[in-house]
């Protein structure tokens, strides 16, 4: 059985940082474990958007900073890469470096940062169940050993983001969203992720729970406290350890259910053999969580038809935020999306509810709302 470490860390402190990267590692064979002595070593860290590092949107640049050195020690050539959501321009990219830290930090230590939209390919998949090829960075091929570094956050759409979900990004850019308009239903596009992972054959997992987000994740939800690094071999399982971390009962997110439905990955926290630090002391109190699905509760003729009502709509929540820069409007995979003078117009009829407009506005100006039938259904756990 593949074991999830836990060490706790407390802030972002290099020394400390460090010393709990160390700790967690330590019960998996250490990083000598996964890199040996000459390998193309890359971590595939979460670059979702521009966002400085203390709103927890990215993997945090110390965080990445310890990784990097511990796969240098081991031996390995270190390289760094992600492709951020949506349209991905020279002028684009290079913000989300530099606002992130991430570009501060690769410089520092030497290493290469990669976009993988520059340089991509296709790869065949002949364990896929709904996908048999995605196409992706060419340096996710090359690697010897691809380590997949998230960030502890919630997510709308899937509720949990983890390592799996990470993963998402060795997609390059508008090609992401394509894949919300090929698999619009949410256990579909769990699915779709666990082909992923089993295409991309990440090593090694370690997340950066030291401050997660809670709320209207991935980008738009509120920092929190956690205190924690979780490594593991094994994706699904690091993912259903930290799903119960942030209060869900892991099948609630869709990855971890589409995982355990093909025998990938266990059906509760109780299955995964978990060493370190006591998952249940660190899990928050009254941590906020997305809004369910309700229509998967119901028969699938109704559930369609009463989805709009059950589900959460982005709106234009802080119209004072907005600039105008479209990249709602180009990220959206169905074209429900119009900016004009006053900010985007969304056609609810058109929106397939995939919020990649609320996790790739920069200012944040959109937010979800719930339908009244949903806020009083989950007394509290949506906005």
């Not at 930090?105 to 296709?122: I, M, N, Q, S, Y």
């Not at 056609?347 to 920069?362: K, M, N, S």
């Amino acid at each position: 059985m593949d074991t999830v470490s836990i060490s706790r860390c407390a802030t972002y402190d290099p020394a400390e940082v460090a010393s709990a990267l160390d700790a967690a590692l330590s019960p998996l064979g250490g990083m000598a474990a996964f890199v040996s002595p000459g390998q193309r070593v890359l971590l595939k860290i979460n670059l979702l958007s521009r966002a400085l590092p203390e709103r927890a949107v990215t993997t945090h640049p110390e965080f990445v900073r310890a990784v990097i050195r511990a796969a240098r020690d081991a031996g390995g050539i270190v390289s760094v890469g992600d492709s951020p959501g949506g349209p991905n321009t020279a002028a684009g990219v290079r913000h989300v470096w530099e606002d992130s830290g991430i570009g501060a930090v690769c410089a520092e230590e030497g290493v290469d940062l990669l976009l993988f939209d520059d340089d991509c390919t296709r790869v065949a998949n002949e364990t896929g169940s709904l996908y048999g090829a995605f196409t992706l960075g060419q340096a996710v091929v090359d690697a010897d050993v691809l380590i997949t570094l998230p960030k502890f956050k919630t997510h709308g759409f899937m509720m949990f983001t983890g390592a799996v979900k990470n993963l998402f990004g060795c997609i390059p850019g508008l090609e992401k969203a394509q894949y919300h308009l090929k698999v619009p239903d949410r256990e579909d596009f769990g699915g779709m992720l666990v082909d992923l992972m089993l295409t991309c054959k990440p090593k090694l997992a370690i997340m950066d729970a030291i401050v997660g987000m809670e709320g209207e994740g991935p980008a738009g939800g509120t920092p929190r406290q956690i205190g924690a690094i979780i490594a593991s071999s094994d994706c699904v399982r690091l993912d259903v350890v930290a799903s119960a971390i942030a209060g869900l009962d892991p099948m609630e997110v869709y990855s971890n259910k589409a995982a355990a439905a093909r025998g990938l990955g266990p059906t509760s926290v109780d299955e995964v053999n978990i060493v370190g630090a006591d998952w249940r002391v660190l899990a928050p109190e009254d941590f906020k969580l997305p809004l369910k699905d309700l229509s998967l509760n119901l028969p699938a003729w109704l559930g369609k038809r009463l989805r709009g009502w059950t589900t959460a709509r982005p709106v234009l929540e802080r119209r004072e935020d907005c600039t105008r820069c479209r990249k709602c409007e180009q990220s959206c995979p169905v074209g429900a999306i119009a900016v004009g003078n006053d900010g985007p117009v969304f056609d609810h009829a058109t929106c397939i509810r995939c919020y990649c407009c609320q996790e790739l506005c920069p200012p944040q100006a959109i937010g979800l709302t719930v339908p009244p039938i949903a806020r009083f259904a989950t007394r509290g756990r949506g906005k």
